[in-house]
């Protein structure tokens, strides 16, 4: 009912930048709450960061001062820009939605399919 299609992944040398982006589209009645998560192999996913409708937003630790989320909700759009990356941002990054579909009361999470981010030398 909700489809997210990420983009934006991809090699990068440590110190340097990607901005991933991820699009939301189907029978959506509202989108509240966007963000990305990460996960390693063999490890639990990990909040990244997350905005809210009206754009207050909220980052892991390890990423504060270094990512940025924003968001175009005329596009349903999230966007993830890192900064800074070090080889431990290596991961496959997930998006994330809560949203309301036509025909139902309540709000119910969606994820993409991941992209693969690698940072290395």
């Known amino acids: 009912q909700v489809q997210l299609v990420e983009s934006g992944g991809g090699l990068v040398q440590p110190g340097g930048s990607l901005r991933l982006s991820c699009a939301a589209s189907?029978?959506?009645?509202?989108?509240?709450?966007m963000g990305w998560h990460r996960q390693a192999p063999g490890k639990q996913r990990e909040l990244v960061a997350t905005i809210t409708s009206v754009g207050n937003t909220n980052y892991a630790d390890s990423v504060k001062g270094r990512f940025t989320i924003s968001r175009d909700n005329a596009k349903n759009t999230v966007y993830l820009q890192m900064n800074s990356l070090k080889p431990e941002d290596t991961d496959v990054y997930y998006c994330?939605?809560?949203?309301?579909?036509?025909?139902?009361?309540?709000?119910?999470?969606?994820w993409g399919q991941g992209t693969q981010v690698t940072v290395s030398s």
């Open positions: 994330n939605t809560k949203a309301i579909v036509y025909g139902s009361s309540w709000s119910s999470d969606y």
């Open positions: 189907g029978n959506i009645f509202s989108i509240g709450t």
